[in-house]
């Protein structure tokens, strides 16, 4: 925690379900063709959302073996690249924490693939904003004394199987939220 002396009450955000939307990226030539834009969708993030992440995983793709998917956010501009993920193979995510709101854009790249070829498969976007109910965080508020450090206690509830959630604690020492620690769970 930083080193602040008083009370902290930590703000939860989420935990949110993955909005999961369906896509096909057609790549415009190997070794990343002729640009990262093979396919673009539009992410809006709301008002108070205390995380953004955007993610693939490549075992749910389909052709998944020797998929090079590349992820690109870009201003709601559209004049900037904010954040990127383009690692080797298909499992790639963006995570943004406190971003502004607005409708921002996201860019697949189908890196590896002949020009032409399609790759269909779920882009899972996370906005947690406000608290779901189904994670506690223990104690909060509390005293904290500045260097010392403070363990908190965070658990879930209520949640679906086998499906993904991203939420936030924020914590918050009289001022307003200063500071984040993401939480993803899969239960
Ligand atoms: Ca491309
Ligand atoms: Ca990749």
Same mark, same amino acid.
């Given at each position: 925690?930083?080193?602040?002396?008083?009370?902290?009450? +930590?703000?939860?955000?989420? *935990?949110?379900?993955?909005?999961?939307?369906? &896509?096909?990226?057609?790549?415009?030539?190997?070794?990343?063709?002729?640009?990262?834009?093979?396919?673009?969708?539009?992410?809006?993030?709301?008002?108070?959302?205390?995380?953004?992440?955007? %993610?693939?995983?490549?075992?749910?793709?389909?052709? +998944?073996?020797?998929?090079?998917?590349?992820?690109? =956010? @870009?201003?709601?501009?559209? !004049?900037? &690249?904010?954040?990127?993920?383009?690692?080797?193979?298909?499992?790639?995510? @963006?995570?943004?924490?406190?971003?502004?709101?607005?409708?921002?854009? =996201?860019?697949?790249?189908?890196?590896?693939?002949?020009?032409?070829?399609?790759?269909?498969?779920?882009?899972?976007?996370? !906005?947690?904003?406000?608290?779901?109910?189904? *994670?506690?965080?223990?104690?909060?508020?509390?005293?904290?004394?500045?260097?010392?450090?403070?363990? *908190?206690?965070? !658990?879930?509830?209520?949640? %679906?199987?086998?499906?993904?959630?991203?939420?936030? @604690?924020?914590?918050?020492?009289?001022?307003? %939220?200063?500071?984040?620690? *993401?939480?993803?769970?899969?239960?």
């Amino acid at each position: 925690m930083p080193g602040t002396t008083g009370t902290m009450t +930590s703000v939860v955000h989420g *935990l949110t379900a993955a909005d999961s939307q369906e &896509v096909s990226v057609t790549s415009d030539g190997p070794s990343g063709g002729a640009g990262f834009e093979d396919f673009v969708m539009e992410v809006t993030v709301p008002e108070g959302a205390a995380a953004l992440r955007v %993610e693939v995983w490549q075992d749910e793709w389909a052709p +998944s073996e020797n998929l090079d998917l590349d992820l690109f =956010l @870009i201003n709601p501009e559209y !004049t900037a &690249v904010v954040a990127q993920s383009a690692a080797g193979g298909s499992d790639e995510a @963006i995570t943004l924490v406190a971003p502004a709101p607005g409708v921002y854009h =996201l860019a697949i790249d189908n890196w590896n693939a002949p020009a032409g070829d399609v790759a269909t498969g779920p882009v899972h976007v996370y !906005t947690p904003v406000a608290d779901e109910g189904n *994670l506690d965080v223990t104690p909060s508020p509390t005293s904290v004394v500045s260097g010392v450090p403070v363990e *908190l206690t965070a !658990t879930w509830s209520g949640l %679906e199987a086998a499906t993904r959630y991203l939420g936030a @604690i924020g914590y918050d020492f009289g001022a307003g %939220e200063a500071g984040y620690t *993401l939480v993803t769970v899969t239960p």
